[in-house]
C-alpha cells in the first residue's frame, strides 16, 4: 500500500511542476497551495520505503509495545499511596473498552467526560485512543449551561461525569434521552467494579495517522469555545519530540500535578511518560505543601507559573527539596522574569519554558542543554516550521514583531464543524495562523508578546500590552500586572494597568511608576490609570483572564467624568 501510494505521489508531483509554467501572475495564491502539495510528496520522496513503512505504526502501537515492555515497572503512583505497574494500567484499559464496545461504540465514536482526576480516567482515555473512539476532555468548572452547548455541539454517544457534575447536570441530562451518562468517580466505584469484571479486549483498532483521537475545546477568549480536532499522527509526533528534546528515560519521575483535560497534563505529560517508559508521582490537585514533600522523589517536574510562584512563596522550598530534580518545566502561561530569576536565586535551577497551543500541541522550547533565556520560549521543535508575519501574511526578517505562524506534523487538522474558521486560520502554503505576537532573533529563539487579540488601539496608536507588563512587573513593589485596553471616548481604547503588590514592599505610587515608564517607554503608552488587586483572575491552566477584566472596568473611565 505505502508503495501505490508513494507512485501515486510521484506522478501528482511531476504533474505539478509540469503545469506551474502555464499559469498567470494571479494565480499565484493557487500556485502557493500546489507548491505546499508538491512539496508534502517530495519530502515523501525523500523518505526510505522502509521508514514510511515504520511510520504506519502508529501511536496507540507504540504505547501498547511500551505498556509489554515495561510490564512491571511501576507506571502511576498515587499520592494517596496507591501503586499503578503498567500492566496493571494496561489491563484495566482494556476492561474499559470492552465495556464501550458492550455500549455500542466504535471508531469515530464520540464520549465527553467532565470527571476529576484519576487512573481511571487515564484509562478511558488510553481506551479510547487503541479503539479510534474520540476523546472529548471538558473543564471540570463548566457549568450546565456551557455543558448545554459542548453536548449539542459534539453530540457524543456517551458522557462520563464525576458525581457532584451529574448532580449539577441532572436536569440538563433530561433534554438528552438518547445519550447515555455514568459516573466515574473515584468515590463512586460502581462502575469501575462492573468493569474490572469483563473480558479484556485486547483488539487495537485499525486506524489512521490522520484519524481524529481527540476533540479539545479552547478556553473561549473570543467567544464560544472551539473544539481543535487533534490526530493520532499530532500525539505521536509531538510526544516524540518531546521525549528527545528533553531528554526522558526509563529512570525518570515525573511530579504531575496538573488537570487532564488540558493539552498540558493529558497530552504533554502523559505522553512523555508512556514513551519513555517511566513514572508519574500522580497529584489528583496542586497542593505546594504536599509536593514540596513529595519532590526528593522526583526528577522532573512540569507546571504553570502559578505552581511555581506558589512553590517560591514556602519558606522550606530550596535547593535540598531539589535535590535530585534535573528539569523543572513550564508552560500554558507565560513565566514573567521575576519567577524566573527568583528560581534560580532559591534552587539554583533554571525553569525550561516552553510554547504550544491547544491547537498545536508544543511548538518551541527552551533548550535541555544551552541557554534557557528568560521571556524566550525556546527554538521549534524538530520537523516544525515557524515564522513571523504581518496580517496581510508577508513574511517579516528576524526581530521583527509580527504574528507567528506555524506548520508541522504536531499542527491540528482544524476545527470542528466550523469549516470557514478553519480556512481563515490557516494560510495557502499550510502554515497555521497562532494568533500570538513574537519576534524570531537570527537563531530561530522565539520571545512571545501576547495575543493579537490583546493588542489595543489608542490614539491611533498599536499598543502591545506585553511590552508594557514586562517593565512594570521589574519594578519594586510589584509582584505581577495585566495591561488592558478599555473604552474611551477620545482615545478608542485607553491603557489601564491591573497591578499586584509584592507584600514585602511598600506600595509605590503611580507618579512614581509613570516616571519608571517614561524612561523605557513612549508617553501614549502609559497607562491611564492603575489599579491595584489582591490578586489576578485566572483559568485553571493559570492563564490570566483578561476578558473578565476587561469586562469588569468596561465603564472605568465613564465612572470617572
Same mark, same amino acid.
Given at each position: ?5 508513494? =507512485? ?88 474499559? /473498552? ?111 495517522? =490522520?484519524?481524529?483521537? /481527540? ?173 513571523? /508575519? ?61 495575543? /493579537? ?109
Amino acid at each position: 500500500m505505502t508503495r501505490i501510494f508513494k =507512485n501515486l505521489l510521484i506522478s501528482l508531483t511531476f504533474f505539478f511542476l509540469i503545469l506551474k509554467p502555464c499559469y498567470s501572475i494571479d494565480e499565484l495564491d493557487a500556485i502557493k497551495y500546489i507548491e505546499n502539495v508538491g512539496q508534502k510528496a517530495i519530502d515523501i520522496l525523500k523518505t526510505p520505503i522502509d521508514n514510511l513503512e515504520k511510520r504506519e505504526l502508529l501511536f496507540e502501537q507504540m504505547l501498547n509495545d511500551n505498556f509489554d515492555k515495561y510490564s512491571d515497572n511501576i507506571l502511576i503512583e498515587e499520592d494517596k499511596g496507591k501503586s499503578w505497574t503498567y500492566h496493571d494500567v494496561k489491563q484495566l484499559t482494556f476492561h474499559f /473498552s470492552s465495556f464501550l464496545k458492550k455500549l455500542g461504540l466504535k471508531k469515530g465514536s464520540k464520549i465527553i467526560i467532565q470527571a476529576e482526576k484519576s487512573v481511571y480516567s487515564v484509562c478511558l482515555y488510553l481506551c479510547c485512543l487503541k479503539s479510534g473512539i474520540i476523546y472529548v476532555p471538558l473543564n471540570t468548572a463548566y457549568t450546565s449551561n456551557e455543558m448545554s452547548y459542548f453536548i449539542n455541539n459534539v453530540e457524543p454517544q456517551l458522557i462520563f461525569l464525576s458525581n457532584n457534575k451529574f448532580d449539577e447536570h441532572k436536569d440538563l441530562l433530561l433534554d438528552f434521552p438518547n445519550i447515555k451518562t455514568f459516573i466515574l468517580d473515584t468515590e463512586n466505584t460502581e462502575l469501575t467494579d462492573e468493569i474490572s469484571e469483563l473480558k479484556e479486549d485486547n483488539n487495537i483498532e485499525e486506524l489512521d495517522e =490522520n484519524d481524529i483521537a /481527540s476533540i479539545i475545546f479552547t478556553s473561549g477568549t473570543t467567544g464560544k469555545s472551539k473544539g481543535a480536532m487533534i490526530t493520532h499522527r499530532n500525539l505521536e509526533s509531538n510526544g516524540n519530540a518531546l521525549v528527545s528534546a528533553w531528554g526522558f528515560n526509563e529512570s525518570d519521575i515525573l511530579i504531575h500535578a496538573l488537570p487532564i483535560f488540558h493539552v498540558h497534563g493529558l497530552f504533554v505529560a502523559l505522553h512523555t511518560i508512556l514513551l519513555s517508559g517511566s513514572k508519574i508521582i500522580f497529584f489528583q490537585k496542586f497542593s505546594p505543601d504536599t509536593l514540596i514533600k513529595r519532590l526528593p522523589d522526583a526528577t522532573v517536574m512540569m507546571g504553570v507559573p502559578t505552581y511555581y510562584s506558589r512553590l517560591l512563596s514556602k519558606d522550606n522550598f530550596n535547593k535540598s527539596t531539589c535535590k535530585n530534580i534535573r528539569l523543572f518545566i513550564s508552560g500554558s502561561a507565560p513565566l514573567t522574569d521575576n519567577v524566573f530569576l527568583e528560581f534560580k536565586k532559591r534552587t539554583d535551577h533554571n525553569i525550561l519554558e516552553r510554547y504550544g497551543m491547544s491547537e498545536t500541541g508544543m511548538i518551541t522550547s527552551n533548550p535541555l542543554n544551552g541557554d534557557r533565556i528568560a521571556g524566550t520560549v525556546g527554538f521549534a521543535l524538530p520537523d516544525i516550521d515557524i515564522r513571523v /508575519s504581518d496580517e496581510t501574511g508577508q513574511i517579516l526578517p528576524s526581530d521583527s514583531r509580527g504574528i507567528v505562524e506555524v506548520k508541522g506534523p504536531n499542527v491540528f487538522s482544524g476545527y470542528w464543524r466550523l469549516e470557514e474558521k478553519t480556512k481563515k486560520e490557516f494560510r495557502l502554503d499550510g502554515f497555521f495562523i497562532t494568533g500570538d505576537i513574537g519576534k524570531l532573533n537570527y537563531e530561530g529563539r522565539l520571545t512571545l508578546f501576547g495575543r /493579537s487579540t490583546d493588542m489595543l488601539i489608542s490614539g491611533g496608536y498599536n499598543i502591545y500590552p506585553k511590552e508594557i507588563e514586562l517593565i512594570l512587573d521589574e519594578i519594586e513593589g510589584i509582584q505581577e500586572s495585566a495591561v488592558i485596553g478599555c473604552p474611551h471616548d477620545d482615545l478608542g481604547e485607553a491603557v489601564v494597568a491591573i497591578l499586584i503588590s509584592n507584600k514585602a514592599k511598600d506600595i509605590i505610587s503611580d507618579d512614581s511608576i509613570e516616571e519608571i515608564l517614561l524612561n523605557s517607554i513612549a508617553k501614549f503608552k502609559c497607562p491611564a490609570r492603575y489599579i491595584w488587586l489582591d490578586e489576578l483572575p485566572r483559568n485553571a491552566m493559570g492563564k490570566v483572564q483578561k476578558k473578565v477584566l476587561k469586562e469588569k472596568y468596561s465603564k472605568i473611565f465613564k465612572e470617572i467624568k
